[in-house]
């Protein structure tokens, strides 16, 4: 199946059409303050790494293997959404260069777009308000609309699929995202089309030993590969 076959395309949101500047680490500072994590300890600087590396994954998710206790996990979490939801109000995020022109690109070229994220769905809702992008796109999800598991499993790529019903067969689903996360669930649902793109926080290494299709420098490439056009 060639990439202009594509019907669906699934995108992910901060470090793909949403620049956030970093706030995902000055909301982990709130979290760890809350948990009592000590700034500049050896096990703040664990805590982070492991964040970093984890960029894509649903943040519960992280939280659960950074504390090992539900119930902790579950207070990080919402310091963090908290911390992050007020970092979005005072205006420091913004679209990727090019972002909404390519999402309207696609659409406008009769495929569905579908934006999604690991945050919950407050804190999407939030950003997309802030962003005015509400209204956008026909359908947002994050891993509570798909029976709580967010990246890298498949499942918000294939909610994707199954509620829009703008794809016959997985291998007309494209997805991108700016980290190996990204590109696993992509894969792991089977997708044709599954890119990184370099506006976030993975590189190609990252991209093709998770085993990308293809690397592109921004989102705003993706209307030409899906054309035909390289």
Same mark, same amino acid.
């Not at 299709?213 to 590969?225: G, K, R």
């Given at each position: 199946?060639?990439? /202009?076959?594509?019907?669906?395309?699934?995108?992910?949101?901060?470090?793909? /059409?949403?620049?956030?500047?970093?706030?995902?680490?000055?909301?982990?500072?709130?979290? =760890?303050?809350?948990?009592?994590?000590?700034?500049?300890?050896?096990? +703040?600087?664990?805590?982070?790494? +492991?964040?970093?590396?984890?960029?894509?994954?649903?943040?519960?998710?992280?939280?659960?293997? !950074?504390?090992?206790?539900?119930? &902790?996990?579950?207070?990080?979490? =919402?310091?963090?959404?908290?911390?992050?939801?007020?970092?979005?109000?005072?205006?420091?995020?913004?679209?990727?260069?090019? =972002?909404?022109?390519?999402?309207?690109?696609? /659409?406008?070229?009769?495929?569905?777009?579908?934006?999604?994220?690991?945050?919950? %769905?407050?804190?999407?809702? =939030?950003?997309?308000?802030?962003?005015?992008? %509400?209204?956008?796109?026909?359908?947002?999800?994050?891993?509570?609309?798909?029976?709580?598991?967010? %990246?890298?499993?498949?499942?918000?790529?294939?909610?994707?699929?199954?509620?829009?019903?703008?794809?016959?067969?997985?291998?007309?689903?494209?997805?991108?995202?700016?980290?190996?996360?990204?590109? &696993?669930?992509?894969?792991?649902?089977?997708?044709?089309?599954?890119?990184?793109?370099?506006?976030?926080? +993975?590189?190609?290494?990252?991209?093709?030993?998770?085993?990308? /299709?293809?690397?592109?420098?921004?989102?705003?490439?993706?209307?030409?590969? !899906?054309?035909?056009?390289?």
């Amino acid at each position: 199946m060639q990439e /202009t076959d594509i019907r669906l395309v699934v995108l992910d949101m901060a470090g793909t /059409t949403v620049a956030d500047g970093g706030l995902v680490e000055r909301a982990f500072e709130a979290a =760890a303050a809350e948990l009592g994590v000590e700034p500049g300890s050896a096990d +703040h600087a664990r805590k982070l790494d +492991h964040v970093r590396a984890t960029m894509g994954e649903s943040k519960i998710s992280v939280f659960r293997h !950074l504390f090992g206790d539900e119930g &902790l996990a579950r207070r990080a979490n =919402a310091a963090f959404e908290d911390a992050y939801g007020d970092l979005v109000d005072a205006g420091l995020i913004a679209p990727v260069p090019g =972002a909404r022109e390519t999402i309207e690109e696609l /659409t406008g070229s009769g495929r569905t777009v579908v934006l999604t994220t690991g945050f919950s %769905r407050a804190t999407q809702d =939030a950003v997309l308000a802030a962003l005015g992008w %509400r209204d956008l796109v026909p359908l947002t999800l994050c891993p509570a609309d798909a029976g709580g598991r967010g %990246r890298p499993f498949p499942d918000m790529v294939l909610e994707a699929f199954v509620r829009t019903g703008a794809a016959q067969d997985v291998r007309q689903v494209a997805v991108a995202g700016d980290t190996s996360y990204d590109v &696993l669930s992509g894969l792991r649902a089977g997708a044709g089309v599954v890119a990184g793109v370099r506006t976030g926080a +993975h590189g190609d290494a990252e991209f093709r030993a998770a085993g990308a /299709t293809h690397v592109l420098d921004s989102v705003a490439a993706l209307p030409a590969l !899906l054309t035909g056009a390289r």
